[in-house]
Structures are given as C-alpha cells and as structure tokens.
C-alpha cells in the first residue's frame, strides 16, 4: 500500500474531480449576495440573496413574490455587466504587459458576453412590460416559457444551462407548476404519490455542487398551501427538499396598502397606490440569523421605493432622524448632528410623509444617509456608531 499525505490526496482528486477549487470553494464567494432594490431587505439579508447557492421566495398569491424576483434579477444583470467590463480590463492590462494567453482568453470571454440571467415563467404570466418599469430591457433577461413538457425535462435543461458556466441567476418560477411524466400520463381524478417531492429530492441533491462549481445562482418561487394541523404554519407544496437545500427561505405577504406618500390606508381601498410587503427570514444560511422580519413599500406603478424604505431605517435602526411624536428632526447621518435650516433653527418635520418629501427634494442629504446606511449593511465602518442608548444593537424585527 502506497502512503499518501493529506496534500496527495487532495491534488489526486483536484485531477480527477477535475476541480481545482476543492478545498477553498467555500471561501470563494463569502458574502457575496445579489441585492435588493429594498434598503430595509439588505439589512434583513444582510445585502441580498446568497450567490452560488438556492434561494426560496413563498408566499400566498398577490403577495410580491414575483415582483420582488425580477428586482433581484435587475440588479443581477447591473452587476454582471459590471464585472464583465471589471475582467475586460484585466484581460487587457495582461495582454499589455506581454501575456500572450491572455489575448484568447479576452476573445473567449467577449464572445460569450456577461452572465445571463434566465427567468424559466412555467406559469406563463411574465409581463415584459412590467419588468421593463422595474428596470429590465427586453434584450437583458432570457425568458423561457416551456410547454406542457415534464418535469423531468425541465429540470434537466436547468442543469443543463448551469453546467454551461454562462448563467449567473437562473429564476424557477413556480415549483407547483411542474408536472411529473407520471401526473401527465394520468387521466384526471387518478392519483400520484408525491412524484414532484422524490424528483426534486434528486434534483436539488445533484445541483447544490453545480451551482458552487459554475458561479450560478437559483432562485425558486413557491407557493403556500393551508395547513389543517396548525393555520399558523404553512404548507409549501414540492416536499421538503427546497427547505433543506436552500441557503435562505423568505416568506412573503401582503400588509396595509399605501398612498403615494406611503400613509396607510384602510384595507378595503378600491385603488391604493402601493402596499406594505411583509416579508419574513424564514431560514438563513449564509448570515447571522438574527434579522428575521421586516417590511417594504411595494409601489403599483413602479415597484419597490427605495427612499421610504432609507427613511424607515435612519428612523428605526439608525436614529439619524429624531422621532417624538408625530415630529422628525434631521440630523447629520455621520456626525449626528442636528441640521438646520438658513436662519439657524433645527430642520422639524410634521409626519412621515414630510420626510420623504425632504428626501426626494433634498438629493444631496439623500445620497448621504443612502451611502450612510449601505455601507453599513455592506459591512464598511462609518464614522458614526449605529448603537442605541445602552451600546447594544437595536431591535433586529424592522416593521414599518
């Protein structure tokens, strides 16, 4: 018998594995997230769904799911171009300080362009139009509407465009749209015994080392079924292996809709301007599981609003606008200062639609407080402390 070190083996398999990422995989992409448009479910995600790994969005219907996937993809495809145009300008500084393997790299690289964002609507309710106002141009997302083909076959075209390396996010929209060979060769009213739930045993199995090897993301969306045990709790259809795989699970559903100031208004309003999505960390994987709910202004008209949501945390998590009251005081996001108008008394507001309208007509204190609180949930140190009276972190459920 042949003695081997611990580097022996490894190289060995490093050969016939064919990876040569084996031993440091897990640190290649710590951190590394996809963002929301939604300040308020950065800071609950701590930036964002987790890169190269299974991410689960569920919840009843007209609750922002798949709303709230297509502003993932948006800035899914803003950061693959930019690190398309990053590695550009790698290969380019290579080839001029004389390497010459470096000059077929750039044009394999510029033909296959940046990582493709694939949207898979097996529900065949994708709305272009609709992801255009949410940022996304036609010509950015690849959207597949399938047939009435297998499951089986879906699954396997999934894995398939993932072992290409050309996919950086890969949207399934919905896992109870798939529909087993088995269910299809069934007559209505004939019974199946969870086909769906044992296939994607096997396909989540198999793809949770492809997503990693490949640099893919995968984004379910599921739905949820009433539970007769226990109402509290929901049902998502599938079986249990999306639970078990995914890195990060989050449950979405519908609040108290909202004018165009974001004030509440009764929930029985015929023609409200948005609503407050309530979303909740379910499972968490790849942070601190200590964020676990939080809430977010989905607009009709125009999606997710960025500035009610800043306003929320620089009140609620930061204190850089003093509430008493139904009054809000304006401070300096880095300093703490209190900010005053020309004839030198503090900037007060009356209600929290005065806020967001000092933050749409004042961008230079907006583009402040915005870079104040990314950084923070980014993790780069600010100037200023983000505890509260007692040096302890506030309070981790943001509602709004």
Same mark, same amino acid.
């Given at each position: ?53 299974? /991410?689960?969005?569920?919840? &009843?219907?007209?609750? !922002?799911?798949? =709303?709230? $996937? ?6 899914? +495809? ?101 529909? /087993?060979?088995?269910?299809? &060769?069934?007559?209505? !009213?004939?019974? =199946?015994? $969870? ?6 045993? +096997? ?198």
């Amino acid at each position: 018998m042949i003695f081997m070190t611990f580097d022996d083996i490894i190289n060995k398999k490093k050969k016939e594995w064919n990876c040569s990422d084996l031993m440091n995989t897990a640190n290649i992409t710590h951190g590394e997230k996809l963002p929301f448009s939604s300040p308020l479910m950065n800071w609950c995600t701590y930036g964002g769904i987790p890169r190269d790994k299974i /991410t689960e969005f569920f919840g &009843e219907f007209s609750g !922002g799911k798949t =709303t709230t $996937a297509v502003d993932i993809c948006k800035n899914a +495809i803003e950061i693959f171009k930019q690190e398309y145009m990053e590695h550009i300008e790698l290969l380019s500084s290579r080839i001029t300080s004389g390497d010459k393997s470096a000059r077929s790299e750039l044009e394999d690289f510029e033909c296959v362009g940046p990582k493709k964002v694939t949207y898979i609507d097996l529900e065949h309710t994708f709305d272009l139009d609709w992801s255009e106002k949410l940022g996304i141009a036609h010509t950015d997302i690849k959207l597949m509407q399938p047939p009435d083909v297998p499951a089986e076959d879906i699954l396997q075209t999934i894995e398939d465009l993932i072992c290409t390396g050309e996919i950086g996010l890969l949207v399934l929209d919905s896992i109870p749209s798939l529909v /087993t060979g088995k269910e299809l &060769e069934k007559k209505y !009213g004939e019974r =199946t015994v $969870a086909p769906l739930a044992g296939l994607l045993t +096997i396909f989540f199995r198999k793809i949770v080392p492809k997503l990693s090897r490949y640099h893919c993301t995968l984004l379910t969306i599921n739905q949820t079924r009433d539970n007769l045990d226990n109402p509290y709790v929901a049902n998502t259809p599938g079986g249990k292996a999306a639970k078990f795989y995914a890195g990060l699970r989050v449950q979405f559903r519908i609040g108290a809709p909202v004018d165009f100031l974001g004030n509440e208004l009764p929930t029985k309003t015929e023609n409200p301007a948005g609503y407050i999505i309530n979303a909740k960390i379910v499972k968490q994987k790849t942070a601190p599981y200590d964020r676990k709910q939080g809430s977010y202004f989905l607009m009709c008209q125009s999606g997710i609003r960025p500035d009610f949501d800043y306003a929320s945390l620089a009140i609620k998590r930061y204190g850089v606008i003093h509430k008493a009251g139904a009054w809000f005081t304006i401070c300096d996001p880095y300093t703490g200062e209190v900010l005053e108008t020309a004839d030198g008394k503090p900037i007060k507001l009356n209600g929290l639609s005065k806020v967001y309208e000092y933050l749409a007509t004042n961008t230079e204190y907006y583009e402040r407080l915005k870079k104040f609180i990314t950084d923070d949930i980014n993790g780069i140190t600010t100037d200023a402390g983000t505890e509260d009276e007692n040096g302890s972190e506030s309070n981790q459920t943001l509602q709004l």
